[in-house]
């Protein structure tokens, strides 16, 4: 029976990518003038892992292109090879492509060959360069061996390794195959093969999935033992293995043992066993083929999973536990039910509802994980783009331990990309620039976030510049978004927030940086269909920071449920200000905006439910009902409904997965009757109701 070990891709997968972020912090980490040794064998060894992995998963694009890498990783470790800046970028290139060989291969999507063999030729380039450490240190072993426990030899000559290879048993079950470590070995030199099949039971007895066989390998090869080691790093706890330095080969040592045994032996034929291989290389899978795919692409997502501490299913699983008694205990009243037991009954509800919401917080906090997982990858990001820009940027970062839903997570990436890029693009100054106006020459952009109530604030901040008022005010004038007019009596807050126009751009020239006009708009947009807020705080001259609010997960929501005829609705708890019952003498009209409310010293529109939804049997008169005070990202709008309902926790339900989109509505929910009630999305609702602004009043009455 043969083990289908495409079970395990997707652990493969999830830690190549951990594996290659380590590689990612480390190089963007290294200083040419003082190299850590830690931090080269931090990477090291993340790219032997995906070199290794990748070869027993048959990726073999993967593992060809990563043992390249790693042979040049394996150099510099060794103080064989220097680091260089320019060495620095190539591997950093070369982290990229992994990363786009191993998307490839889940996605079941093409390989940018082109790029991949620019990459390939580089690192070839820089394996091919003469960039020796001193001489002096050619005699010292760098893993500390001392050079009395090796054998001596001339530059010219050989080392010959003896290896005793003896799998357990069970070798077969842990998805390791012998054969694909006996290739990594030929790629270091010469390999010779002894089979040993003496533990070979009858056919009978054969387990397929039991290992049988031992060997011994000779290996030409002037390589250090730990690199030997490495190979069998995958098997290690699974086999009794044994490595050498010798003067003769296995098969030399087999002859001779051969030449003195007692008595005489038959002639070997081909079909006798252990069979001498003599530069038996075993050959590579096709290099074009990957034995191993992921299903779908579109699957690729759906598939992903979640790390989650012992901890947490620990105290899941002491809920669970208590929720099992409170049943039993409910059951056992249930049974034998008297009027005397109604105040037991009660504690054992109480007692069940606790269960539950702590049941429910539980299994939330098993979907969050710490923001890192985003802000990991903006070190690179900014040492690209601030290096192709040419400024100087430090990039701090605070809070990445914070957690946070882990579809939230995935959503924000794309909008904090846009956020950091132009932080350093329009935010930080030219080292010349800073250096005129007092500063650093080197600009620093701080990523932050931190637990806010029930919501997770980020914010990118930056010591640069800051927003121009007058230059955003001319561009908005010049493309016609303001009139010059409305321009001089708006805040800067109102001027700011004029760059999440669709098409906005101050930039003075295109570049694959920035200026074509896309990007912060599209940033408030998904912020905004996230259920989060976008705010702007700028001073000239000394820097902006973007504060971004988002809730904690997208699947459950503290809400208030409001009455509309005889329908009910869900409105997001975090988007009401207040509720306040109306007094004729508050409500005024205004021409082109119908009702306002009077609220304090402000006036705002009035938006009823009941008109928008086209909702029969509801409250017509103002007076008779509620206004909900709710706010967007253009202020406080009123929204009238029958009555308040009570507020609740609700689970969020899709509705373009269940049903179809419908305007004005984030999701629905089943109310404790069983009932369907709809959760409204308040921006889109506000801006539906903008569209749909009716152009008769309702008559107020006393």
Request: aromatic share 4%; proline share 4%.
């Amino acid at each position: 029976m043969s083990i289908d070990i495409s079970q395990f891709l997707d652990v493969f997968y999830e830690e190549s990518f951990e594996g290659l972020a380590v590689m990612e912090q480390g190089l963007l980490g290294l200083d040419p003038d003082a190299v850590d040794g830690e931090t080269i064998n931090a990477i090291f060894r993340a790219a032997h892992s995906i070199k290794g992995g990748a070869g027993t998963f048959g990726l073999n694009e993967v593992s060809e292109f990563t043992h390249t890498m790693e042979t040049l990783l394996d150099q510099i470790r060794d103080g064989a090879r220097g680091v260089t800046t320019s060495s620095i970028n190539v591997l950093l290139r070369a982290t990229d492509c992994i990363q786009h060989l191993l998307k490839a291969s889940q996605e079941g999507s093409e390989v940018d060959q082109a790029t991949l063999e620019a990459v390939s030729s580089e690192l070839e380039q820089l394996l091919s360069s003469e960039d020796e450490a001193d001489s002096d240190n050619a005699d010292v072993d760098p893993h500390g061996d001392s050079l009395d426990q090796t054998l001596q030899i001339d530059s010219e000559s050989t080392r010959v390794w003896s290896i005793s290879f003896k799998p357990a048993p069970h070798l077969f079950t842990t998805g390791n195959d012998p054969v694909r470590l006996f290739s990594e070995l030929a790629d270091m030199g010469e390999l010779e093969i002894v089979t040993d099949t003496s533990r070979l039971p009858d056919f009978n007895d054969l387990d397929p999935e039991q290992c049988y066989l031992d060997w011994y390998l000779t290996l030409h090869a002037n390589v250090e033992k730990q690199a030997i080691e490495e190979v069998f790093e995958w098997v290690e706890g699974d086999c009794e293995l044994s490595i050498e330095l010798s003067q003769e080969s296995v098969l030399e040592k087999t002859m001779v043992a051969d030449e003195t045994a007692p008595g005489p032996e038959p002639e070997p034929t081909e079909d006798d066993v252990p069979t001498p291989v003599k530069d038996t290389k075993p050959s590579p899978p096709p290099k074009k083929t990957t034995q191993v795919k992921a299903q779908k692409k579109a699957n690729a997502a759906e598939n992903s999973s979640i790390r989650v501490g012992i901890d947490k299913v620990d105290h899941l699983i002491n809920l669970v536990g208590e929720l099992v008694i409170t049943q039993s205990m409910l059951g056992q009243l249930g049974e034998v039910f008297e009027m005397n037991t109604l105040e037991q009954l009660k504690d054992g509800l109480a007692q069940f509802e606790r269960n539950t919401r702590e049941l429910q917080e539980s299994v939330m906090r098993i979907r969050m994980i710490p923001i890192s997982f985003a802000f990991n990858r903006f070190p690179r990001l900014v040492h690209d783009v601030s290096a192709k820009l040419g400024k100087k940027v430090d990039l701090q970062v605070s809070g990445e331990e914070t957690e946070v839903d882990k579809t939230v997570i995935e959503k924000i990436i794309d909008p904090l990309v846009h956020l950091v890029r132009n932080a350093v693009d329009h935010g930080i100054e030219a080292p010349d620039v800073r250096l005129a106006s007092g500063k650093r020459e080197t600009g620093t952009v701080t990523l932050s976030a931190a637990h806010r109530g029930g919501n997770i604030v980020i914010e990118i901040a930056d010591d640069g510049a800051g927003l121009r008022r007058e230059k955003i005010l001319g561009k908005a004038v010049e493309k016609h978004i303001v009139t010059e007019d409305e321009g001089e009596r708006m805040t800067d807050d109102d001027v700011y927030n004029l760059i999440f126009h669709p098409g906005f751009s101050t930039a003075e020239t295109i570049s694959d940086v920035s200026g074509r006009g896309v990007g912060m708009d599209v940033v408030r947009s998904n912020i905004r269909e996230l259920g989060g807020t976008v705010e702007i705080n700028s001073t000239e001259g000394q820097g902006s920071a973007i504060l971004v609010r988002l809730p904690l997960t997208l699947a459950i929501l503290d809400g208030q449920t409001v009455a509309v005829g005889e329908e009910t609705y869900i409105v997001p708890l975090a988007s009401i200000i207040e509720s306040i019952q109306i007094k004729p003498s508050q409500i005024n009209m205004v021409v082109g905006k119908g009702e306002t409310f009077k609220l304090r010293d402000s006036f705002i529109p009035i938006v009823r439910l009941h008109d928008l939804f086209d909702i029969k049997n509801s409250i017509q008169e103002l007076a008779e009902g509620l206004l909900v005070i709710v706010e967007d990202s253009s202020g406080p709008k009123g929204i009238f409904v029958d009555r308040l309902l009570g507020q609740q926790q609700v689970v969020i339900k899709s509705l373009d997965a269940n049903y179809k989109k419908i305007p004005g509505f984030s999701g629905a929910t089943i109310l404790g009757n069983g009932s369907v009630a709809l959760i409204i999305d308040i921006p889109e609702m506000l801006r539906l109701a903008t569209q749909s602004r009716p152009a008769m009043a309702y008559p107020l009455t006393a």
